[in-house]
């Protein structure tokens, strides 16, 4: 089992599309729903507790996040030298890496950096001078001799041209990223909608730039006979060659659990405090007894289901936007989906020609990547 261990709920970061929004959206309400606003800052539990928690699991996986998880060095020290796991995540904005000792930073099976694209984008989001700061530290987390997966996980907004910025972090002269993964920001917070162009930007540039990226990923393929790890693609492609169906791709609810800084379980790391959805606690849960949470209406009726997945659980159940307005998310999954159906049969083609490999596709499912942008 993957489990988000919340470290923090601070950041160092005031983002456009999380700090700037959460200070818009702070009088709005969540309905029905029971929020408790007494979760501590940071971990509140102790480390004996969690241990034994996770030995009842042979292989658990750990994700650390926050809030900025590195604000927390230390915790995740400790954690990494008390906890026997499978493997280690850690999910950060980038900015402190080299402040943990190599011999930890080599722990790490897969690293999440945000990261928006390039120099411009990225300090337009999260603030001037934090993409020449998560470069500079990505290439030292390279240079000490880092084997595993790099991630650059993009926030998208309006601002964002997908296809122009998702090759410029594959390709760009200061930091290539082997690995990139982006999620629409839609559907989080309750006010902004109504203020943003968001249809626009989805008819006129997102879906435009999900075409043109497909058609670049495929053809890159059967130039050079590799294929690119971009997620949101890798998931979705991986399951139409295999002929399988899938339930939500990032794991959140059965798969993926996430521990809150005082130890209630939540089936994603995004809702905390939802005392609706807490599923136990690590005093006295079995991790692999959990409850089971799944989307409900309107995803299980959709015709895309088995191959979204269900797109985020949270948006899903708390329904934060409209339906009229989340119809618009779902036409992106639908475009995206659309355009790498038709892709298949060329791809099969070059596995049968032996450019590429069935085993191209293969990436390590619910270990935090939502998979479905």
């Not at 999910?91 to 945000?114: A, C, M, R, W």
């Not at 934060?320 to 475009?335: D, F, G, I, M």
């Not at 659309?338 to 990436?363: H, M, T, W």
Request: aromatic share 14%.
């Amino acid at each position: 089992m993957f489990f988000h261990l919340i470290l923090t709920t601070k950041c160092d970061l005031k983002c456009k599309y999380c700090y700037e929004k959460s200070c818009e959206d702070i009088d709005s309400d969540f309905g029905d729903f029971e929020i408790d606003y007494s979760v501590p800052s940071r971990i509140s539990y102790d480390l004996e507790t969690l241990e034994a928690f996770l030995s009842k699991d042979t292989e658990p996986s750990l994700i650390f996040y926050g809030g900025e998880p590195m604000l927390c060095i230390e915790d995740i020290k400790r954690i990494m030298d008390r906890i026997k796991a499978k493997s280690f995540v850690v999910q950060t904005n980038g900015l402190h890496l080299k402040k943990l000792e190599p011999e930890y930073l080599n722990k790490f099976d897969t690293i999440f950096v945000s990261i928006d694209g390039d120099e411009n984008l990225t300090d337009f989001y999260r603030g001037k001078g934090v993409y020449r700061k998560v470069v500079e530290n990505v290439n030292f987390v390279r240079k000490i001799g880092f084997r595993g997966e790099i991630v650059a996980r993009m926030t998208v907004m309006e601002q964002t041209d997908i296809y122009n910025q998702v090759l410029w972090l594959l390709n760009n002269p200061d930091c290539s990223f082997s690995s990139v993964h982006w999620q629409i920001d839609a559907g989080f917070w309750k006010t902004d909608f109504e203020k943003r162009p968001f249809a626009k930007w989805v008819e006129e540039s997102y879906n435009v730039g999900i075409r043109r990226l497909v058609r670049f990923w495929v053809e890159h393929m059967e130039k050079y006979g590799r294929v690119l790890r971009i997620y949101p693609f890798l998931g979705v492609v991986e399951s139409l060659l295999k002929g399988e169906p899938s339930l939500l791709r990032c794991g959140s609810g059965w798969a993926n659990y996430s521990i809150q800084t005082d130890g209630h379980i939540i089936p994603c790391p995004i809702m905390g405090g939802m005392k609706d959805f807490y599923l136990g606690h690590i005093e006295n849960s079995h991790p692999l007894r959990l409850k089971k949470v799944f989307v409900g209406f309107p995803c299980t009726t959709c015709e895309i289901r088995y191959e979204c997945g269900g797109r985020c659980l949270y948006a899903n159940l708390t329904k934060r936007w409209s339906s009229e307005a989340y119809a618009l998310v779902c036409k992106t999954v639908k475009n995206m989906i659309d355009c790498l159906k038709a892709v298949v049969p060329r791809i099969k083609q070059l596995i049968y020609e032996g450019k590429i490999s069935f085993s191209d596709f293969n990436y390590t499912k619910y270990n935090g990547c939502e998979v479905i942008p």
